[in-house]
């Protein structure tokens, strides 16, 4: 078995071609937010990881093995709902009343500008219906957002910005 114990978010720092030529390994939204977990990549390799407890594996991020070897992270297709607004008489606003309410439960959600995509799960299912919203079963990758606190700021890692910079907010008064 092969020992993975590093992982570079979206493969930073690594050229194209080396991407291009790494094997991949094909892991779904329960298996890419454990810190240990065993696997097999596309050459049939063994993989042991064991990343830092609180790491999530997000799709697009390269493992690194003991060799040096690379393996770069594919999201898996899973079951999913995949949430819309009502074609007749939903409105865009929908979707951001059923994220509050996801919220609320602490609902790992993939939020997209037109749909949002949670794990499959009745009772909430028949919750958003109830809200007038399109509930429909799928199967897709599932990229959920990381929270405000996780690493990097959000869930979906190398936009290749900094969040950490300083805004400056005028008052229109003194202190």
């Not at 951001?96 to 499959?120: F, K, M, S, W």
Request: with cysteine; charged share 20%.
């Amino acid at each position: 078995m092969l020992t993975v114990s590093k992982l570079l978010p979206q493969g930073q720092g690594l050229a194209p071609a080396l991407l291009r030529r790494a094997a991949t390994v094909a892991l779904d939204w329960d298996v890419r937010q454990k810190s240990r977990f065993a696997a097999t990549d596309s050459q049939g390799r063994a993989l042991g990881v064991f990343l830092p407890r609180g790491t999530v594996v997000r799709g697009g991020d390269v493992l690194v093995a003991e060799d040096g070897s690379l393996v770069r992270v594919i999201a898996a297709p899973q079951a999913v709902l995949l949430i819309t607004p009502c074609a007749r008489h939903g409105t865009p606003f929908d979707l951001t009343r059923a994220a509050y309410h996801l919220g609320n439960r602490h609902v790992p959600i993939e939020l997209q500008p037109e749909r949002l995509l949670i794990e499959p799960d009745h009772v909430l299912a028949d919750m958003l219906r109830a809200l007038h919203l399109t509930v429909v079963e799928a199967r897709s990758a599932f990229e959920p957002e990381g929270g405000a606190y996780a690493q990097g700021g959000h869930g979906h890692g190398g936009h290749g910005h900094d969040h950490a910079h300083q805004h400056e907010h005028p008052h229109g008064h003194t202190h």
